[in-house]
């Protein structure tokens, strides 16, 4: 069994910055592929960042591209998720996702990974 726990959220002025982690327990962390997900009020649940196993390769949603970078750190056993210069439409929860099967590219489907976090709110006021 693996437990994420996101935390970093919080208030945050237009063109600030935030950093999220999300801590795993349990299994082999550095065989995980993980994901970064929001969910705004009212609208689904949506793709924001992936990174494979290796960590080598990441993925973006064009809505985040310049601004976020996605990164894990396996000594750690952390998934970081740095947000810059963030905009009003960014506020959502921010959900992270594991993928324990060594997956050797991003992946951007919810359905691919096999557990998720509590979720971190994240908040953006002008």
């Known amino acids: 069994q693996v437990t994420l726990v996101e935390s970093g959220g919080g208030l945050v002025q237009t063109g600030g910055s935030l950093t999220l982690s999300c801590v795993a327990s349990?299994?082999?962390?550095?065989?995980?592929?993980a994901g970064w997900f929001r969910q705004a009020p009212g609208k689904e649940r949506e793709f924001v960042a992936a990174i494979s196993w290796t960590g080598g390769r990441t993925d973006l949603a064009d809505s985040v591209k310049g601004r976020f970078t996605i990164s894990k750190d396996n000594a750690k056993n952390t998934v970081y998720l740095h947000m810059n210069t963030l905009k009003l439409e960014d506020t959502a929860v921010y959900y992270c996702?594991?993928?324990?099967?060594?997956?050797?590219?991003?992946?951007?489907?919810?359905?691919?990974?096999?557990?998720w976090g509590q979720g971190t709110q994240v908040t953006v006021s002008q």
């Open positions: 349990g299994g082999t962390f550095s065989w995980f592929a």
């Open positions: 996702a594991v993928d324990r099967r060594r997956t050797p590219t991003p992946v951007r489907q919810g359905d691919q990974y096999d557990y």
